[in-house]
């Protein structure tokens, strides 16, 4: 079952790393498909300016990403917690609670 940002992920990615987005797949490694640690960011700014959003994206868990479906698990989580109406803001976070 894909998630609703599996498509996108992996079309960003095909894009930055100039493949076909079929030919990715959940399982490949993100090393090995040659994404730095530049590309991850360049992906993950591509992701804040489409899909917009009150808090920041965690920038620091990407590079705990191993594989491109560890990406596409942190972008799925970023948007459902982004979309939750009463969250509790954590230590540092720009969003307060909903009150």
Do not use: N
Not at 29 to 56: M, N, T, Y
Request: aromatic fraction near 6%; include cysteine; charge should be negative.
């Amino acid at each position: 079952m894909s998630s609703p940002s599996q498509a996108l992920v992996h079309h960003l990615l095909a894009t930055r790393l100039r493949i076909d987005a079929e030919s990715i797949d959940d399982a490949d490694d993100l090393d090995e498909l040659g994404l730095d640690a530049l590309d991850k960011v360049f992906v993950v700014l591509r992701i804040e300016d489409l899909c917009g959003g009150e808090s920041d994206f965690p920038i620091a868990e990407v590079a705990h990403a191993k594989t491109v479906g560890d990406f596409v698990a942190l972008v799925d989580l970023w948007l459902q917690e982004d979309t939750t109406p009463y969250r509790v803001a954590g230590p540092g976070s720009r969003r307060g609670s909903a009150a």
